[in-house]
Structure formats: structure tokens, C-alpha cells
């Protein structure tokens, strides 16, 4: 049997192997960084400071519920244990986030034997010993985490949001 060496055969090679290195080279593109441009900085914005209560008013595992940063943002603040991203307090073990899924606004329930806090809506896990990072689920942010300081008295103080709150278009408090 003869090889047909035409230079159609040549030609749909190259095309095939062509396109590949295009597509290759355009998925680049979009996953590496333009260094020209600036680096995204979180969406943070220093609200008032909030006192949301007391390091007594803790129970280690418990949530506590709060409102931040008004009557209509709820949220919960967390004694965990160990020293965790973001905690403050003596043990640096306490956190405090939003409890309203930032994927479609469902109401989140503390999980106490994995410390996470899960959304029924589409199953959305955030990692409460990771500042809120995004386990599993549909969500596309991790949890809005509250900035919070402790005062000489135990008094716990929130002071900003690290990520957008659901539904709002800005962290921009309304009068």
C-alpha cells in the first residue's frame, strides 16, 4: 500500500495542530495576570464600630446570633477552640460572619462537628476555621467575615466586612 504524502493530508495536520496551539495560547490569555494592570483589592469598607458582645456571653462551639452591619444583615459569632484566620480574643479563636449565603441569599445553620456554616438552598459549606472560605457548593465568594477587635473589658467590637454582603451592591451603608 502506497502513503499518500499530498499536501492535503499536510495541511489538515497543520490546521489541527494549529488550532490546538491557539487554544492553548488563548485559555492562557485569560488565566494569566495582565501585569500592566492593577492587583483587585477586597471589597472592604470600615463601618462604624459595633459592639456585638462580650467574650462571656461565648460558649465554645455555640453560635451567638448578631446583626451587622445593621438590623437587616444578620450574622453569628463563633468561639471555635483554637486560634483561627481572623479570630481575635485571648485564644484568637473568635469570628464572627454574615449568616446569609452570598450566592442566593439563603439563611446559613452552624454545623458544631465540622465548624461550618451550610446553606439548605444549594448546599453551600464555608470553612468557619478558614475565614469563611468556600468548602463546597455554588457559591463564587467565600462568606463575609467581620473585623472585629476585643476592648480591654471583653467587649467585642465589629469594624468591617472583608467581602460583599448579599443583595447589596456595595458595602455601603444606606441612611
Not at 451587622?68 to 483561627?84: E, F, I, M, Q, R
Request: aromatic share 8%; with cysteine.
Amino acid at each position: 500500500m502506497k502513503r499518500c504524502d499530498q499536501k492535503v493530508d499536510i495541511g489538515r495536520r497543520w490546521f489541527l495542530s494549529g488550532a490546538g496551539v491557539a487554544a492553548a495560547g488563548a485559555a492562557a490569555a485569560t488565566v494569566i495576570p495582565n501585569r500592566a494592570e492593577a492587583t483587585p483589592q477586597l471589597a472592604r469598607l470600615t463601618y462604624p464600630s459595633n459592639r456585638l458582645a462580650n467574650i462571656g456571653d461565648l460558649k465554645p462551639n455555640e453560635p451567638l446570633q448578631v446583626a451587622y452591619p445593621d438590623a437587616n444583615a444578620p450574622g453569628v459569632l463563633l468561639k471555635l477552640g483554637s486560634t483561627v484566620t481572623g479570630g481575635v480574643g485571648p485564644d484568637g479563636d473568635v469570628v464572627g460572619f454574615t449568616t446569609i449565603c452570598p450566592h442566593k441569599g439563603y439563611p446559613l445553620g452552624y454545623n458544631a462537628s465540622d465548624k461550618t456554616l451550610n446553606c439548605p438552598g444549594h448546599y453551600s459549606r464555608f470553612d468557619c476555621e478558614n475565614g469563611g472560605q468556600e468548602i463546597w457548593g455554588q457559591a463564587t465568594q467565600n462568606l463575609p467575615q467581620y473585623l472585629l477587635r476585643v476592648d480591654s473589658k471583653g467587649d467585642i467590637y465589629a469594624e468591617g466586612i472583608d467581602e460583599l454582603l448579599y443583595g447589596r451592591l456595595s458595602n455601603v451603608l444606606e441612611a
